[in-house]
């Protein structure tokens, strides 16, 4: 997804939660996500676990390294709110939130609004279904796209909740046709109830919406 198409799906959303009055600020919430366990046709699991297994070390992907550091140190101000979150995994979060949602071609501000739904960017949290880390991934999924022996704690790995969360992520919007909408809806396995994608546009709205350069 290049730069413009980044703009393009930004300006998208925006219209699309606002004509349909999705982005009512919602407070915080642990409305953690429970996804469905599914039997993946093999070149959909084939995909999902390639981009799993990808070596490539995370980076600011914008146009102009001045843009990655200004959007840096504006998400840096923003997650202040977050008192339990040190500089340095503030740090860490965003730069893997950055470069994994551009490579899963997903909104960055949407993910951000995602984590602070699903774990109020906690990277131990656990919900009840079992889902955990910050972007709440279900166990299961390191057995059917990640590698069979590992343990699920991997999960707690900051860089690696991210990377299966917006690859998951991406898998939902595929299914639903790019609705995001019911893809978030598949991602807390609710599909089809309106209040954890309210909320996750909520939080989007309320806290992340960037306009600078990209």
């Not at 393009?8 to 939660?17: C, E």
Request: with cysteine; hydrophobic share 40%.
């Amino acid at each position: 997804m290049n730069n413009q198409q980044i703009v393009t799906s930004r300006r998208s959303l925006i219209k699309a939660g606002l004509g349909a009055g999705l982005l009512a600020t919602y407070p915080t919430l642990l409305l953690a996500g429970a996804q469905k366990e599914e039997t993946l046709a093999d070149n959909v699991a084939t995909a999902m676990s390639r981009s799993i297994d990808s070596p490539n070390k995370p980076y600011l992907v914008f146009s102009k390294k001045e843009y990655g550091e200004m959007w840096l140190a504006d998400m840096m101000e923003r997650t202040k709110k977050f008192k339990h979150l040190s500089e340095h995994d503030a740090r860490r979060i965003l730069i893997n939130v950055q470069y994994e949602s551009v490579r899963a071609g997903l909104d960055t501000q949407l993910v951000l609004g995602l984590i602070q739904v699903e774990s109020g960017f906690r990277r131990y949290a656990i919900s009840s279904a079992g889902a955990m880390g910050l972007m709440q991934v279900m166990p299961f999924w390191v057995k059917s796209i990640g590698k069979p022996d590992q343990d699920k704690h991997i999960l707690f790995d900051i860089r690696t909740n991210l990377r299966y969360g917006c690859t998951i992520l991406r898998h939902y919007l595929n299914m639903e046709n790019g609705d995001l909408y019911r893809a978030l809806g598949r991602y807390n396995g609710s599909t089809g109830q309106p209040q954890y994608p309210n909320a996750v546009f909520g939080a989007y709205k309320s806290r992340w919406i960037y306009e600078g350069p990209l």
